[in-house]
Structures are given as C-alpha cells and as structure tokens.
C-alpha cells in the first residue's frame, strides 16, 4: 500500500476513441435525401402519412444536427402559419359542399366569387391535406438547411452553373438567415430597453444587407463567376449564350419534375426534358469557359453518405411504384418511416476526450487512495 506523503505519479489518461467516428455526411448527400423526400411528400395525399413523414423529417434534423448549426424551429414556425393560412383559405372560398355541414356562414358574393358559406368536413380536410403536404415540403428544405449549410453547396456546384447555384443558395437559405438576424436583434433590443417596430424592422434590414454584401465579397475573392482569360474570352454574345442556356436546363427540369408529378403526361417527357437539361448544361459550360478553382479540403463522399441517399431512394421508389397514395397503408407508412434510416449514419460523433486529466483532481484521487484513471481503464 502506498503513502499518502508518497503517492506515485499518476500518467494523464489515455485518450478513448469516439464512437461512430469517421468522416462526416457530405452536403450535398444531405440535400439529395431532402429532394426525394420531397419528391415522396408530393406524391402522398393521406394526412397520417404525411404526418409520419414529417416527423421522421424533423427527428432526423435534430438528431444529426452538427452542434452550432442553424435550428429546424423557425420552419416549423413557418410550415404552421402555412397549415393555417391554407385552411383559412379553404373557410373563405369553399369548394362544392361535401360531408357534413360544421359551421353555416353567411354568404358574401362579389360578382362572380362566393366568399364563406357553409363549411363542411371535406373542405376542411381537404383544406388540411393540402396544408400538411406544403408543410411537409418547407420542413425537410429547413432540415436541409440545418443539416448542410447551403452555402457550402457553392462548392460543389459545377462551374458553369455558379450564378444559379448562388441564386438558389440565397434563396433557399435567407429565412434561415433573417430568423437568425432577427433573434439577435430581439436580444439586443430587450437589453437597451428599446421598443416599437422600427427598432426591430430596421436592424434586421440593415443586418441582412451587411451578410449578403459580405457573402458577395467572400465568392468574388475565391473566384466564383470569374472568366478563364484567353483566346475564348467572355464577348456580350458569348455571355448571353451561356445565360439563355443555363436559363433553359434549368426550365428543362422544372419541366420534368412537372412531367413527373403528372398523370396525364406521356412517359417519354420525363426522360426528354432530362436529357435536354443534360445538353444545355453541357454546351453553356463550353459556350463560356470559366476560371478553374479549387475546393479547400473537400468532403470524401463515403458509405455515410451513400446510406443517407440510398433511404431517399427507397422512399421515394416505394411510393412511386404505389402513387398517388390515398390511404395509409402499411407500405405508406413503411415508406414514410425509411428516411429515418438516415439515423444510423448520420448522427454526430460524440466530442473528442482531452486525454489529460486536470492535475488538482489528480492530487485529490491519490490523497484518498482512490485508483487513477489509467488503472480504471486498464482493470
């Protein structure tokens, strides 16, 4: 037994490996999975289905969530006032009376429109699986968003189409950003005392402005949008080529995904507007070469991000083959609760151990005789 006035020193501890570490989901695996679940939230018309999707969605975002990364709340917030307005709507312009009367509201006709009237259980259900579905949709975008930040998607984004890759970018992340502006503003503002919507409105504004300025300056100095110089240097011709040719892929798909969602569409214009959006891609990047860059420290894709994918397939494949789905079926709900696959690769690790332990607690477990950290993990 050792003496208190003689205990022998204790080594630091040796640092454990984490769990389910490796490398980390790439981002635009993320946003593929985002896509086909939206593709399968679009072709699913029963409200318990898309509930169950929902919360698959929303329990995936949390659960995989990067620490510091943007909160999936404010698109909550979003997809609720979406739910409610478009039920209110469903009130106001009633369609052909169907199920049973709740509530009979006096008539107000404008010309040739018939606002309120009587309110049925069809109207408001149907009201409801309209609004759950968009509801759906703005949920997995804003789990996208907090699964991958959108702004790293400009990396991967092929050159040619840098201008509608940062458009979309913006686009899909300025809620994201004015929540964010707007919370801190809120702080800020409850801590000077201040009041009144000015004080809020202004901020945020000026706020917003500042990061999209910022943001502007930090693609130009990495060279984003910039012209490879040369004999095929950009002339207004060449510029307006490239333009109306990134303008049309991008119509194309558009297009196909409205062949797609489509009953009435021919087979063939699925694959047809693909194939034109494939083409016009290919001669715009040749129309105006751009500025070869590099992409520091780029993500590995890997079997990580394979799986997060592969469950948006399987998904979306099931309720393909089986769409428009009209009742909740056990293969419904199945497919709704795949993309929770996403679960088993995407989750963060757990942070690093230091490996050194703090010397006071050192002292103390050796004054009382207590085994150190080393001779725990060895026993």
């Not at 570490?21 to 946003?31: E, I, K, T």
């Not at 049973?100 to 040739?112: A, F, H, N, R």
């Not at 679960?343 to 490996?355: D, F, I, K």
């Amino acid at each position: 037994m050792t003496a208190v006035g003689s205990a022998a020193p204790v080594l630091p501890a040796r640092p454990r490996r984490r769990a389910g570490g490796g490398p980390r989901v790439h981002p635009v695996a993320w946003w593929v999975w985002a896509l086909l679940v939206c593709v399968t939230a679009t072709l699913v018309l029963d409200v318990t289905v898309l509930l169950v999707l929902g919360a698959a969605v929303v329990l995936v975002s949390v659960a995989c969530r990067a620490p510091g990364a943007r909160t999936i709340v404010p698109y909550l917030l979003l997809a609720a006032s979406i739910l409610l307005v478009r039920t209110l709507v469903r009130v106001i312009l009633p369609s052909a009376p169907s199920g049973t009367v709740l509530v009979d509201l006096p008539e107000w006709t404008i010309g040739s429109v018939t606002l309120f009237g009587p309110v049925t259980t069809g109207a408001l259900a149907s009201g409801l699986a309209v609004g759950i579905q968009l509801a759906v949709l703005v949920v997995t975008v804003g789990a996208a968003t907090t699964l991958a930040d959108p702004v790293e998607l400009l990396r991967y984004a092929p050159r040619a189409f840098t201008g509608v890759a940062t458009a979309l970018v913006v686009a899909v992340g300025v809620f994201g950003r004015l929540a964010g502006v707007a919370a801190a503003v809120r702080d800020a503002r409850r801590l000077r005392g201040g009041g009144g919507l000015r004080a809020v409105v202004v901020p945020v504004l000026a706020r917003t402005l500042e990061d999209s300025l910022a943001l502007g300056d930090a693609l130009e100095v990495r060279g984003y949008g910039s012209v490879r110089p040369g004999p095929t240097a950009a002339t207004p011709a060449r510029r307006l080529a490239q333009g109306a040719l990134t303008l049309g892929a991008v119509a194309c798909v558009g297009l196909a995904a409205f062949a797609l969602f489509d009953a009435s569409a021919p087979g063939w214009a699925v694959a047809a507007f693909l194939g034109a959006a494939v083409v016009s891609g290919a001669v715009a990047a040749r129309v105006l070469p751009v500025a070869a860059r590099t992409v520091h420290r780029p993500a590995p894709w890997t079997l990580r991000s394979s799986v997060v994918v592969g469950t948006g397939v399987l998904a979306a494949g099931v309720v393909l083959a089986s769409a428009p789905v009209t009742q909740p079926t056990w293969l419904a709900l199945g497919a709704a609760l795949v993309p929770l696959g996403a679960l088993s690769v995407g989750m963060p690790p757990a942070p690093r151990t230091s490996g050194t332990a703090d010397p006071r607690t050192v002292r103390a477990r050796a004054a009382r005789g207590e085994p150190s950290a080393r001779t725990e993990g060895a026993a």
